[in-house]
């Protein structure tokens, strides 16, 4: 896994992907919707599908009505063994492989994909300038890259503002999304050369939280991974003490135990030149 963030290497290594899977939530339809309108390339369509981690990305791709029939092939590039026994795993479709690679060194034919997609991985990057041209390397001509993710709305309840509050103070300086250190990619040479402005498109939403839901979301992600056990049932007590105080939470059902969990769905769309 060279050239792989060591956070990234370790908190997303070997017994934590299914944790992951279970706990990451998936994608809006309405992202995926949009996506799909981005890419002015005829289907059957051929995805790289960079970072792919434990498939939750793709899994959503083959199930929404516009994108089942739609794809051609999608060839999945995922560092992290563990995170590809867990893709191998769930997704059955003679059309999906996964092999290793990484942002710098894809493995796919020059020239192959309509279109690159990353979804939740890119902020890990090590390289900017070498991401980009092994995009614009694999895209076709007037090829799509597509970035997206979820994030915790913070902005919507104070409990949310709390638990994201909580989490970052172990982040120890990794490049996390919410930073948009990424966007440094758009400045490139590589990225000037090859692409287009990028165009980016954000949504608001909902999903079912519960207490289980969010510790173990909490507990996906990677920096929190790593922590030594004493300081991981720390953050724990920490986000249970937030969830019972559950300021302007709201309730589905109280009587169950869950309620709104905010959150925004980021996509950046570029096409190649």
Known sequence: MSGVHEVARGGFGSGTNELYDRARPSYQPAALSYIRNAIK??????IA???AGTGIFTRAL?????????????????PSEGMRDVFTKSIHDDRVSVTEGTFQETGVEDGWADVVVVAQAFHWCPDYDAASLEFARILKPQGTLIMIWNLEDREAAGWVAKVRNTIEKHENGTPQFRLGLWRQ????????????????????????????????????KSYIALLPAEEKAKVREQLKAVLEEGEG???????????????KTFVVAARKK
Request: cysteine-free; aromatic content about 14%; hydrophobic content about 30%.
């Open 49 to 51: 599908e960079i970072g």
């Open 185 to 220: 990619a758009f400045d490139t040479t590589s990225y000037q050369k090859y692409f287009e402005p990028p165009q980016e498109e954000v949504w608001t939403y909902t999903l079912h939280g519960s207490t289980d839901i969010v510790l173990d979301r909490a507990n996906s």
């Open 249 to 263: 939470r709201v309730w589905i059902d109280e009587s169950k135990g869950t309620f709104e969990y905010p959150y």
């Open 41 to 46: 390339a005829d289907a059957p369509l051929n």
């Open 62 to 78: 083959l199930s929404h009505p516009e994108w089942s029939s739609a794809v051609k092939q999608l060839q999945a590039v995922e």
